[in-house]
């Protein structure tokens, strides 16, 4: 039993306001949704679960044992006077009281961060049952998917070399594995919520996921809606797209590679914009809803897997045997079949020490263009007998060009620039 004289009175004014805070936020949220269960019995629940956890033990089971018995009144009348169930506002009183408890106990961000995060899924009924309505098996099986990788798989793998050439770290590779998955999925879903509101989120949020795939669909659209002059301002959209994504995977794998990859790769999607400025049109709002398939499935994850393998293992034994240049060539070859692919392998490599941060910067740039350069003949393909191509093709060379100027002005930058202070 908690003794009266270990109340301070400054932590239980502390203590009283944070359980009504929380209270009150949800219950308002509740009244603003015209339940019978409001504010005040939410801010009084709350309550509750702050001051029995202060006395006891025993006091905090009995007082859940009352929101109980209250919930059961709560559901019968609503049951006798129009035959439904409070279930969603029953679950939260209950959790309410249960965070005025943790109030009491001496926490704070539990209680406070879950308080506004069921506010949220509250007030977002609407939005949700859209959302969830609009699922589809497929990306059910998705979501799964990227639990099983993430939670079930990864901790049983090995985090150590298992070959005698010191290539291949099973877990390190299945980090790679997760993070890109994840990074797509997330992509994929945005599309499904924002790509029907126009070219330019649907071309924008396409590249992110697959550049080549993205424009390859809205190429086919636009050709079957005659407007073939905005395939160009499809593809600057996904190309830069895709150049941010890179940045991206970048950041999240070895931070010190941006230091070469930031420069050329902002360099050629400002190059893209400015011509995605000039070639813009009225269309630009015309419907083109990228229908793209999510990303993740076990044919997708093993596919990447082994893409990433291939591309690292070639790209550790052409930096040995020929030096950065080697590295490089793999890097660029590999951009052909998924930038993405490359771009975490050249992180991955310079993390581990297998060559240099630099050097893994302008490895992504190369894949990234590799990549852009693959958009030229899926366009081709599309836009038979247009001029398209050849523009999006002189495009592609100009922003090559730009570059490889912001590659060579980096290189002699850092070369010349140390011998000036020595």
């Known amino acids: 039993m908690v003794q009266v004289g270990l109340f301070p009175p400054d932590q239980i004014a502390f203590k009283l306001a944070a359980s009504l805070g929380i209270g009150l936020l949800v219950g308002l949220e509740r009244e603003w949704s015209n339940k019978d269960v409001g504010v005040r019995t939410f801010a009084l629940a709350s309550l509750l679960g ?10 905090t089971i009995a007082g859940m044992l009352a929101v109980i018995v209250l919930v059961g009144m709560m559901n019968t009348r609503s049951i006798v006077a129009d035959r439904s169930l409070e279930i969603t506002t029953s679950v939260a009183l209950l959790v309410i009281y249960v965070l005025g408890a943790l109030v009491g106990l001496g926490h704070l961000f539990t209680p406070v961060a879950s308080a506004i995060l069921m506010t949220m899924l509250l007030a977002w009924k609407l939005e949700l049952q859209r959302f969830a309505g609009g ?26 070399f298992i070959d005698p050439w010191q290539l291949v770290n099973p877990r390190e590779a299945w980090v790679t594995v ?8 997330f992509n994929y879903i945005l599309l499904r919520l924002y790509g029907t509101r126009g070219l330019f989120w649907s071309a924008s949020l396409g590249g992110l996921v697959n550049s080549t795939a993205a424009i390859a669909e809205l190429a086919t659209s636009l050709m079957a809606s005659g407007l073939v002059g905005m395939i160009v301002f499809v593809n600057l959209l996904t190309v830069t797209a895709m150049f941010l994504r890179n940045l991206a ?50 044919v997708r994850v093993l596919e990447f897997g082994a893409l990433f393998l291939v ?18 060539a793999v890097s660029a070859i590999g951009g052909l079949f998924s930038s ?10 310079a993390a581990r020490g297998s060559i240099s941060a630099a050097t893994a910067g302008v490895g992504a740039t190369l894949a990234s263009l590799a990549s852009a ?44 620039v140390p011998l000036a202070h020595r």
């Open 50 to 59: 702050m001051t029995c956890a202060l006395i006891s033990l025993p006091l």
């Open 135 to 160: 699922i589809r098996p497929q990306e059910i099986r998705s979501a799964v998917l990227l639990g099983l990788i993430g939670f079930v798989i990864y901790p049983i793998l090995p985090n150590r």
């Open 178 to 185: 997760i993070v890109v998955a994840a990074l797509g999925f």
């Open 249 to 298: 995977l970048l950041a999240i794998f070895e931070h010190r590679a941006l230091a070469t990859a930031v420069l050329p790769l902002a360099v050629m999607a400002a190059t893209g914009s400015i011509f995605a400025w000039r070639s813009r049109a009225t269309e630009s709002d015309a419907d083109g809803y990228v229908k793209l398939s999510s990303p993740l499935s076990v």
């Open 311 to 328: 591309i690292e293992i070639v790209g550790v034994l052409a930096s040995r045997k020929f030096g950065e240049l080697g590295f490089l």
């Open 340 to 349: 993405a692919s490359s771009t975490v392998a050249a992180a991955n490599l």
């Open 373 to 416: 350069i693959v958009n030229i003949p899926v366009i081709a393909k599309q836009a038979k007998g247009s001029s398209v191509t050849g523009k999006v093709a002189a495009i592609t060379v100009l922003q090559i060009l730009t570059g490889a100027l912001a590659i060579a002005f980096q290189y002699l930058l850092l070369r010349f």
